[in-house]
């Protein structure tokens, strides 16, 4: 067990519907990313928040946002929502979102759109 | 662009012998952060094992250890005695020092152990 917990395990959706995905650091963590796992894509990078501030950026479609609370759980929606969507979405975290630091990974939330 | 390759998307292992995962990557950078990650089918990522781009010495965890190359832009994992437990996908991940917090993961390895 990593200590970072997401909620829901299991998300099923239709097409054009909004979700938000809910993930819980490790105590004493500052930093959440949220990554992206498909079978054509492979585990793809999507936000970073610090300390409820957004910090880095990857592969993010315009139609999901993000968000750090000041109790330091993050959230992803997910808006629009379109059949190559549907994947494993993971959130990590770390102590302070430095570069030398490991990543600890919560066990995903698995979204299917139909 | 980043890129890590992972060339073999298959291996398979016999308990309590000894595996060896492959992975390159391209970067200019010279300070960097390898990782290897275990997915097992509970879909769960879990570090597995770390190494520092300025160290030379190969990091090494229980049975898990690395060969780092940094000339050939190599890290391969290594397995010894391999466990029923170490089937699993295998992700070989880089970091930029102090550019950019993402993980750059490669597709991955799906290894299995037989009996």
């Known amino acids: 067990d990593s200590g970072v917990t997401q909620t829901p395990k299991h998300l099923i959706t239709a097409t054009g519907q909004r979700v938000t995905l809910r993930c819980s650091p490790r105590s004493g963590d500052l930093s959440v990313y949220w990554y992206q796992q498909s079978l054509d894509q492979g585990l793809q990078f999507l936000i970073q928040y610090y300390n409820g501030e957004e910090r880095a950026k990857g592969n993010i479609l315009e139609r999901f946002s993000a968000q750090q609370f000041p109790d330091l759980h993050s959230e992803l929606n997910l808006s629009s929502l379109e059949l190559g969507d549907s994947a494993l979405y993971f959130c990590?975290?770390?102590?302070?979102?430095?570069?030398?630091?490991?990543?600890?990974f919560g066990p995903g939330t698995r979204l299917l759109v139909l | 662009a980043q890129t890590v390759t992972q060339s073999q998307p298959e291996m398979s292992v016999q308990e309590a012998e000894t595996v060896t995962l492959s992975c390159t990557y391209d970067?200019?950078?010279?300070?960097?952060?390898l990782f290897w990650y275990k997915q097992p089918p509970s879909r769960q990522m879990i570090l597995v094992i770390r190494q520092e781009a300025y160290k030379q010495q190969n990091a090494t965890e229980n049975r898990f250890s690395v060969n780092f190359q940094k000339a050939a832009k190599s890290f391969s994992l290594k397995i010894s005695d391999s466990q029923l437990g170490d089937a699993a996908m295998y992700f070989c991940?880089?970091?930029?020092?102090?550019?950019?917090?993402?993980?750059?993961f490669g597709k991955g390895t799906s290894l299995l152990v037989t009996p």
């Open positions: 991940a880089y970091r930029v020092l102090n550019s950019g917090y993402a993980l750059n």
């Open positions: 990590a975290s770390s102590v302070g979102g430095g570069s030398q630091e490991t990543q600890y």
């Open positions: 970067t200019s950078e010279s300070d960097y952060y």
